[in-house]
């Protein structure tokens, strides 16, 4: 059986002591402080052989994006120079074009004209003719004459291809005259006056209307005498 001074003495050291609390309780937390282990040498080679590699892909890669951007900006730029020389090649290209096709403007001579009183059924009229000359350096088809004279209203389908210098004969024929007309064609001088159009394809392929007049005198003492002068031309279109 213990003493009871040594049972004391015993719980003296375990009961804990309020001003100085055990180490690993919350109290007094342990704290443990870790240190790098100092590198050999061979490890930091290692380290900088590895930093050396980095730094020249990091300096590679910059060069590389500085590169892409010089040649993006080159390509831009060889491309808007390539597309300012496509637009001005289309301009000089319309621009002859434009002047070709001035220089191939065709048009048609409505030229040598003739006529005379002529009785049919008992009426009479003025029959005339005239020549549609071509007087271009390239074909052209006609297509359509249009004539009207004194209430006579006629149309002429031809299809004719005229070729350069190339010349239409074209007949037609007056409404009848009234008895005022003929007592002036014989005492004096008959005027009339005679409209036509002609319908043509050009050589690029495109419809125009070439409009004519011709004024007419004649009387029973003289051969009719024609002057011919142009009429409105119309907007060209496209033939079907």
């Known amino acids: 059986m213990q003493a009871p001074h040594n049972q004391k003495q015993k719980a003296q050291l375990r009961a804990p002591d309020p001003g100085n609390p055990q180490i690993g309780t919350e109290a007094r937390p342990v704290v443990v402080e870790l240190k790098d282990r100092p590198k050999s040498e ?3 080679a290692e380290d900088r052989r590895k930093n050396g590699n980095k730094e020249y892909l990091d300096r590679w890669t910059f ?3 500085i590169a892409s951007a010089v040649i993006s900006g080159l390509l ?3 491309g808007w120079c390539g597309v300012r020389a496509a637009v001005r090649t289309l301009k000089a290209i319309e621009r002859q074009l434009a002047l070709q096709e001035v220089a191939m ?3 048609l001579n409505i030229e040598k004209w003739h006529g005379q009183l002529v009785t049919q059924q008992d009426e009479q009229k003025l029959e005339f003719s005239f020549d549609i000359t071509n007087t271009t350096k390239f074909p052209l088809t006609l297509e359509y004459i249009t004539t009207n004279a004194h209430g006579c209203a006629m149309t002429r389908r031809s ?3 005229l070729a350069p210098d190339g010349a239409s004969n074209v007949k037609g024929i007056t409404g009848k005259l ?3 007309q003929i007592r002036i064609y014989n ?4 005027t009339l006056v005679i409209e036509g159009a002609v319908v ?3 050589v690029f392929k495109k419809r125009q209307t070439q409009r004519f007049n011709a004024m007419c005198f004649g009387s029973a003492h003289s051969e009719f005498v024609f002057y011919s002068y142009a009429g409105a031309k119309e907007s060209q279109e496209k033939a079907n």
């Open 42 to 44: 061979a490890e930091s």
């Open 63 to 65: 060069y590389a994006a």
């Open 76 to 78: 831009l730029m060889v």
């Open 105 to 107: 403007t065709q048009w």
């Open 159 to 161: 299809d004719q291809v």
């Open 178 to 180: 009234g008895d005022d």
């Open 187 to 190: 005492t004096t001088k008959l």
């Open 200 to 202: 043509y394809e050009n």
